[in-house]
C-alpha cells in the first residue's frame, strides 16, 4: 500500500497567518482553533502511519502464510503421490506373492499326486508279491501235507507184524538174493523225492 502524501502538515497549519479585516474573527480563537485542528491533523498522521506499519506487517505475515500454505499443498501433493505409489507398488507385491504362491502350491499338488501314484504303484507291487507268496507258501504247504499223508501210510504198512514175517523169512542174509526191502527202498524214494520237491520250492520262495 502506497503512502498518500499530504499537501498540509500540522505546522503548515500552525503557521497559517490570515489577514487582518474589519470585523473579522478573534484572531485569539482563530489561534486556538488552529493549533487544536494542527495536533488532531497531527494525530491523525501518526494514526495513519501506524496504520500504514500494521498494513506492511500484516502484507508481510500474508506472504508467509502463502508461502507456508504453498509448502504445505506441495508437501501434500508429494505425500499423496508417495502414498498412490506405494499403494500401487504394495498392490503388484501382493500379485506376485499370490501368483507364487498358487505355483507353489500347483507343484506341491502335482507332488502330492505323483507320490500317491507311487505309492498305489508300489502297493499294487507288494500286494502282487504277497499273493505270489501266499500261493507259493500254500503249495509249500500242500505238498508237505501230501508228503505227511504218504509217510503215515506207508509207516502203517511196515508196521505190520505180518508184513515184517513176510519179509524175513522171503530173504536170509548172505544169500545172492538178499537185498533191501521194498518198503525200504520206497520210503528212501519218497523221502528223496520229497526233498527234492522242498527245495526246488523255497528255491521258488526265495527267487
Do not use: C
Not at 502464510?65 to 507398488?89: P, W
Not at 502203517?156 to 537185498?179: H, L
Amino acid at each position: 500500500m502506497e503512502e498518500i502524501e499530504l499537501k498540509i502538515t500540522p505546522l503548515d497549519i500552525k503557521k497559517q497567518v490570515f489577514k487582518k479585516a474589519m470585523r473579522g474573527f478573534d484572531p485569539v480563537e482563530v489561534e486556538t482553533f488552529l493549533e487544536m485542528v494542527s495536533e488532531e491533523y497531527e494525530s491523525l498522521i501518526k494514526d495513519k502511519n501506524n496504520l500504514s506499519d500494521d498494513v506492511l506487517k500484516l502484507k508481510t505475515q500474508l506472504q508467509d502464510y502463502q508461502e507456508v500454505e504453498k509448502t504445505f499443498k506441495e508437501s501434500l501433493m508429494n505425500a499423496q503421490q508417495t502414498m498412490n505409489q506405494s499403494r500401487e507398488n504394495s498392490k503388484r507385491e501382493s500379485t506376485l506373492i499370490i501368483k507364487e504362491a498358487e505355483v507353489h502350491a500347483e507343484k506341491i499338488i502335482e507332488n502330492a499326486k505323483k507320490q500317491l501314484i507311487d505309492m498305489k504303484n508300489e502297493l499294487m507291487i507288494i500286494k502282487a508279491q504277497k499273493d505270489s507268496f501266499s500261493k507259493r507258501l500254500r503249495h509249500l504247504l500242500e505238498s508237505q501235507l501230501e508228503l505227511l499223508k504218504v509217510l503215515e501210510i506207508d509207516d502203517i504198512g511196515f508196521d505190520n507184524p505180518k508184513y515184517q514175517t513176510k519179509v524175513k523169512t522171503a530173504v536170509s542174509p548172505g544169500s545172492e538174493s538178499f537185498r533191501t526191502p521194498a518198503v525200504g527202498n520206497k520210503n528212501a524214494q519218497i523221502q528223496d523225492s520229497s526233498s527234492m520237491k522242498n527245495l526246488k520250492i523255497s528255491d521258488n520262495i526265495l527267487m
